[in-house]
């Protein structure tokens, strides 16, 4: 494995800055694998990313390697900490043979052919053949021949060295593809950032019985997946300039063009009474509107963009919100004052706008009432999509393509 300028070599402690990243991602991930950390303080990340500064390669920030022609990001190495955390969902064992989709920069496959050691077998696999070829000479240059990179649609998973221990996605799922789990052995566990309604959950899922159950579920936000198994596109684009986007994962019809309208005149706001810090939104607001407001949205926007006024959720540039959306208007959260908590505050806009506000509100204090819950407490069943309805556990049910997700918050039955 390729060695790491020290102090006396007069860059910067390369080994340092991986000890750092790695206990930074063990207490903020709550990473309870000590081989994960292990491996983090381990594989050189900068090695993955050529062209980005060594400190910056060590940041617990995501790095985007690829745009397509609009300037929308499709390949990157992910935030150290959700890989930290998907790899403890995940549960590697030395010896173990495992299949990732999404090669991306290779840094991922890398940790993993870490934890399974020389017994193991890592094949990673990416849509796009200029991101394979990368993603091979990374791996080489780090020490890691062994790893097998594919250009394929991940899709159909890489039947050629089936059955795998352990099944990755490192791209936002909207489905469980069937060849991931046929291919998996029968004690075998799958982890992906699937899709619920527009908020995305890591999943690890293991079988039981004659379907698949949630083993473990962290909040997490990744590109998502292209080619055959793509989801449907409910993205709407409100204001170019200042990147304003609505999602509206119910498919309910959109005028991108009154949305904005709507959103550029004067709202009428009401207060929750509840208090909030901005990592229980993520985690817990937005999946039980998700789950439970049949018109629910989410809108972000560059920090520039005024039209969303001060929002509950900020990151790298970018803030977000989430609401209701009906024909009559429309109704979305705002963040009160405060530094670290504040008051969730509604703003409702077009004539129903303070009748959807009021339904918002209601939501939000529900959800306080029922003790925040958050993805952690959350069970999902997934059934083939051929399953009757009277099979299905109580619940929310969200159809896919291949699959029944049954979606319940058991503290609360
Ligand atoms: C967030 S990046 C993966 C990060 C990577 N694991 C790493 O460590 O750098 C997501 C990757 O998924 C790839 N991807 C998207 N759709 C895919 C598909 N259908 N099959 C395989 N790869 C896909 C993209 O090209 C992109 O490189």
Redesign the pocket.
Known sequence: MAGSPGPDGGGPDLAALRRSLAEYVRTRGEVAGAAVAEALRAVPRHL?LPGTPPEAAYRDE?IVT?RDAGGRP?????QPTI?GIMLDQLGVEPGARVL??????????ALIAHLTGPGGEVV?????QD?ADA?RDHLLDAGFPDVRVVC????EGFAERAPYDRVIA??GVWDLAPAWLDQLVPDGRIVVPLDLRGVQCSVAMEREDDHWTSRSIRPCG??R??????GPERTHVLDRESELTLESPTGHDIDPQAVRARLAATAIERNTGVVVGAAEIFGGLALWLAIREPSWCTLFGADACDLLGDTPLAVQGHKFTAGVLGDGGLALLRRGPGPEAFELIVAGYGPAGDELAAGLVAQVRAWDAAGRPTAQGLRIDAYPISTRDGRLDAGTVIDKTHTRLALSWPALA
Do not use: C
């Not at 989709?101 to 991922?108: E, R």
């Open positions: 993955f995501a690829k499709i390949s990157s190495s992910s890989m990732e989709i999404g090669a991306g920069t290779g840094y991922n496959a990673s696999v990416d849509i796009d991101v993603a394929a649609d991940g899709a490192t791209v990744f590109m997946i292209r080619g055959t198994a793509a």
